[in-house]
C-alpha cells in the first residue's frame, strides 16, 4: 500500500537492516490490536509504516505482530513468507542475522 492524504501512520523500529525485505509487496500487513493493519512502503533501513487509520484505538507502545500468536490469531513463518513473496529458508535467515 502506499502512503495517502490524511492516513494516519505509526512506525515499527525496524527495517531492511533486521531482515524485512526491501521489496515490500502491496498487500503487507501487520497485526495490531487484534486487527490488520497495512504496511506502508517504502521499505527503510531502519523503520518501516503501518496504516492505522482504521486501527483508531492503536496507541504508542502496542504490540506489532508480524510473525507468531497475538489475540488468538497465529501468523506462521510460512504465512509471513508467502506474504512477502520469499521462501521460509530466506524469511527465518532474515530474521536470524
Not at 512506525?11 to 490488520?36: E, H, K, S, T, Y
Not at 503501518?50 to 510473525?67: H, N, R
Not at 497465529?74 to 513468507?81: F, G, N, P
Request: proline letters at 8%; a negative charge; aromatic letters at 6%.
Amino acid at each position: 500500500m502506499r502512503l495517502k492524504p490524511d492516513m494516519r501512520l505509526g512506525p515499527i523500529p525496524f527495517g531492511w537492516r533486521a531482515g524485512i525485505p526491501g521489496g515490500m509487496p502491496n498487500d503487507a500487513v501487520a497485526l495490531i490490536r487484534r486487527c490488520w493493519g497495512p504496511l506502508i512502503a517504502p521499505t527503510h533501513s531502519e523503520l518501516i509504516r503501518v496504516g492505522l487509520t482504521d486501527i483508531p484505538e492503536a496507541e504508542v507502545g502496542d504490540e506489532v505482530v508480524l510473525l507468531r500468536r497475538s489475540g488468538g490469531v497465529d501468523v506462521s513463518l510460512a504465512e509471513l513468507a508467502e506474504q512477502w513473496g520469499v521462501s521460509t529458508y530466506d524469511e527465518f535467515r532474515n530474521i536470524l542475522s
